[in-house]
């Protein structure tokens, strides 16, 4: 059954610092991961995905990379602001069977100090 | 496009009625999804619609949860006789066949609280 990690739970930082986000899944047979920005009490909204023969993608100042083999996917920001704060999921999806299923980790929440 | 829409926000009920939540997919989608979220967790999966048929649906739905999806467009998720252990964001999302690059997109989802 798959896992998903996501470290840290929370995290708060100074306006205009980098960061990177945390994501590891136990199982390495994926079709794909996908980041998610969640404001509170809303719904998911997409940010990057990428495909399991891919290493990275970038969005503006988003970064996210995959590391397959070893589980692993982080989600770098740069120069954060206040408006990026929000808890970050992600998600992936299983290269076999029910391929259609997305397992979450439990995301991190992310506060950009002003 | 407006992208997924859901119906209602949110929902306060008393324990044992019965609601029923509207989700509006992105147009051109025939992928549907509905998930269920709790404080503090990512969503899990409850059922998945390809065009109107639906074809999976996660033991966490129990005999009182049904959902629809008539001629492959809006889909409708009822819970019958809700308990407290239902409190929950209800998702839906919707997607269309890209192969590793299908993309999941998500409505605001329907907060329900039974009390």
């Known amino acids: 059954k798959q896992e998903v990690t996501q470290i840290p739970a929370a995290l708060s930082v100074p306006e205009g610092e980098n960061l990177v986000l945390n994501c590891s899944f136990t199982?390495?047979?994926?079709?794909?991961l996908q980041w998610f920005r969640q404001d509170p009490g809303k719904g998911l909204t997409s940010l990057l995905l990428i495909q399991s023969s891919q290493r990275e993608q970038t969005s503006g100042r988003l970064n996210a990379s995959l590391d397959k083999s070893s589980g692993r996917s982080t989600l770098y920001i740069a120069a954060s602001q206040p408006g990026d704060s929000a808890t970050y999921l992600c998600?992936?999806?299983?290269?076999?069977?029910?391929?259609?299923?997305?397992?979450f980790g439990k995301g991190t929440l992310l506060t950009v100090n002003p | 496009d407006t992208g997924v829409s859901q119906d209602p926000r949110h929902k306060i009920t008393k324990r044992g009625q019965n609601v029923t939540f509207r989700c509006d997919p992105i147009?051109?989608?025939?992928?549907l999804y509905w998930y269920r979220q709790t404080l503090g967790q990512g969503p899990e999966f409850l059922t998945y619609?390809?065009?109107?048929?639906?074809?999976?649906k996660s033991r966490l739905l129990s005999d009182r949860f049904s959902a629809e999806r008539p001629k492959g467009s809006f889909s409708t998720l009822e819970i019958q006789r809700t308990e407290q252990g239902d409190s929950a964001m209800y998702l839906c999302a919707s997607s269309t066949d890209r192969g590793r690059r299908e993309k999941l997109f998500f409505g605001s989802g329907t907060q329900l609280s039974v009390l």
């Open positions: 199982d390495s047979a994926i079709y794909n």
């Open positions: 998600a992936v999806r299983p290269s076999g069977g029910s391929n259609y299923k997305l397992t």
């Open positions: 619609f390809q065009n109107e048929a639906q074809l999976e």
């Open positions: 147009s051109e989608h025939n992928r």
